[in-house]
């Protein structure tokens, strides 16, 4: 049979395929066979496009990345008090995808990937935080934020004692601390590591 004149599938499509497969069915379901039987394609069709599947799952892993949420710096607001609320965004992200903190602890992306990061450097490095010291901040925040939600995950299915209301109480005030926490994080690593950045 010869090759259509005409692709079939994309690039995009394959990721965007696969995405919706990992958010609705979990890891498992992100197969090279699944995702080229939702295409109707063959399975080699999908190489035209990607090496292999760790190309896949890394494409599929930046474009959920995309779609986090960057909270807007207002005037006048200390850039800490902004960068706390980015971690407790990703937190919250993550929590609601937890195929994607498994992706980003497997390395399939870089923290340079997040919509975040370059961001979080300019507030920085208007701050007046040296460039040596922002990637211990912004690597001892990550780590707080997804030591966190692996935390949260390896709760569900758990049999927690109480009723619902009971467990939205739980995770309302696990929310509430891990926010206060985060900030204490954010303004002891800025005050340690740039006390030339304080007002």
């Known amino acids: 049979m010869p090759r259509p004149k005409v692709p079939l599938i994309s690039r995009r499509s394959v990721i965007r395929v696969g ?18 039987k939702e295409l ?9 496009y990607f090496a292999s599947k760790e190309e896949i799952l890394t494409s599929v892993t930046r474009a959920a990345l995309a779609e986090m949420p960057v909270p807007a710096m207002k005037e006048g607001e ?13 937190r919250a992200f993550l929590i609601a995808r937890p195929y994607l903190t498994q992706l980003r602890v497997n390395g399939y ?13 300019a507030r920085m490095t208007e701050a007046g935080v040296p460039p040596e010291h922002q990637m211990v901040i912004l690597d001892t925040i990550e780590a707080f934020v997804i030591g ?40 002891e690593l800025t005050e340690r590591f740039a006390p030339a950045a304080e007002d």
């Open 19 to 36: 995405l919706d497969l990992v958010e609705q069915e979990g890891m498992d379901a992100l197969t090279v066979r699944r995702i080229a």
């Open 40 to 48: 109707d394609v063959n399975a080699a069709s999908l190489y035209h």
């Open 78 to 90: 200390d850039w800490r008090h902004w960068f706390a609320e980015v971690g407790i965004e990703y």
């Open 109 to 121: 992306v870089s923290r340079a990937d997040l919509p975040t990061e370059a961001a979080a450097m």
């Open 148 to 187: 966190s939600a692996l935390m949260h995950e390896g709760k569900r299915g758990t049999s927690l004692s109480g009723g619902a209301a009971q467990r939205k109480r739980r995770a309302a005030l696990e929310d509430e601390v891990f926010a206060g926490m985060l900030r204490t994080v954010v303004v």
